[in-house]
């Protein structure tokens, strides 16, 4: 079952390319170009791809096939601003850097193509723009909310959120100014898309069992703190904000509130109810089906702000691992077998929160190759753990009296127990020759010891 999974991710990871593609139009930044209709045009792709993988899995075929039709042209990145406003005599302006040096659809030094909508509360399309922003330049658009241009019916949101497409890769932040005669900013950077990124860095699920974190909020003295929350995901959700003691017992569950696709709760004053206290909130999807087409999906951040002056800083919602994910970071070692495989090995494994990443050490015996150090990544999944070689190549010596092989070695244990680790094993490689087994390790020490 867990296989299958795997293999819907990568396959919704590849719908979400395709339907982007098809979806989208290289027409953004060109003059008489209906805005409106592009932005949505890719709001829908996002969503597509948003929706129940194993119900999108019967288009795949289809949307790849009229992906290659259409060519490289259209958007691959998209970053979210979850918090702008020009209300109350605030404004904010944004910066965009384009990071890319070098392009397989441009060539060296490309320029990259951005559409910018933002969305109000409401989560209706107010106003688009189209930017085009050189390699290495950063474009700061000043005042964005009125250097966008109200799509018909918008034109009235004073606050709301960014969804930025690009064609290259960039990076986005935001200057909150909420006192025009200090003129003191609160930065805010943009939450890339993190839908199909490894699962320490799926920032949106906010399900009760990991659920968003806002660091620290404060309703003390002269400090208050804002909460923006937004659903960019495919289907409505009821979204619950608890408020957390410093010491971090829940003190108080703020009455739910209800979000549909696109749509943004934003209070002035989160902990209002609990005066003269500071503390974490948690935010939580209450009612997220994962067997429903639709499901929402949130992005949060928090502005802590000065009722008596114009400081002001942002705390962006950080996504909890999941309650039952063990903090298994270490140096372990142990023995790896199989019918052609007898050898002790020493493994160090970092971790952010779901993800591992490591060394992985062969120190004696038998092993299917001739390398002995690989670098190795893996997951945290419902309790099991995932681990992959992630070189694929033996034999590649500078001499060239080698010929390379390509294979893949994995390890997979169901669950740990105490401070072990145990599993199987498997091993290919294209010669057509293949292994399995199982491993025990045992976890001996810090990575970084403390004498």
Known sequence: MRTLQRTIWCLSGLLLLSSA??????????????QWQTMQDRIRAIRLSLSNPTASLSKLPTQVEQANQEGLGGDNFVNI??????????????????????????????SASVAIGLYGPSGNLDRTGAFSVRSNELRQINGIINALTPVQGGGAATTGWL???????????????LDETSNDPAMLVAIADQIFKPAAFVESQGTPSNPLLIHSSVK????????????????????????????????????????DPSEMFVSDDIRMSVPGTFGPITIEVENLDPEDDGIPRIVATSLIES?????AGFLPAFALPQRTT??????WEGSVT???????????????????????????????????????????IEG????????????????????????????????????????????????????????????????????
Request: glycine share 10%; hydrophobic share 40%.
């Open 21 to 34: 593609v098809l979806a989208q139009n290289r027409a953004i930044g060109l003059h008489g170009v209906d």
């Open 81 to 110: 601003i979850p918090f702008v406003t020009s209300a109350n005599g605030a404004r904010t302006n944004i910066g965009i850097n384009n990071f890319s040096q070098s392009s397989l659809a441009q060539g060296e030094s490309p």
């Open 163 to 177: 969804l930025i497409f690009s064609d290259e890769p960039v990076t986005a932040w935001a200057s909150v100014i």
């Open 220 to 259: 003390r003295g002269a400090f208050k703190s804002r909460l923006a929350v937004v659903n960019i995901g495919s289907g409505g959700g009821r979204v619950s904000v608890k408020l957390h003691t410093q010491r971090g017992v829940l003190q108080e569950t703020l009455p739910a509130v209800d979000l």
């Open 307 to 311: 009722t008596t002056g114009p400081f």
């Open 326 to 331: 063990p903090a298994m970071a270490g140096v």
């Open 338 to 380: 199989g019918a052609g495989t007898s050898a002790e090995v020493s493994l160090t494994l970092y971790q952010e929160r779901d993800m591992l990443y490591g060394r992985l050490n062969i120190l004696s015996g038998a092993f299917p190759t001739t390398d002995r150090f690989f670098s190795v990544k893996g997951d945290i």
């Open 384 to 451: 099991s753990v995932l681990l992959e070689v992630q070189q694929v190549l033996d034999d590649c010596s500078s001499t060239g009296r080698s010929p390379c092989t390509m294979f893949a070695y994995r390890m997979f244990a169901e669950s740990l127990s105490g401070s072990s680790m145990s599993g199987d094993t498997v091993y290919v490689d294209r010669s057509g020759r293949s292994d399995s087994g199982s491993f025990a390790l045992k976890r001996v020490g810090a990575i970084y010891p403390s004498e």
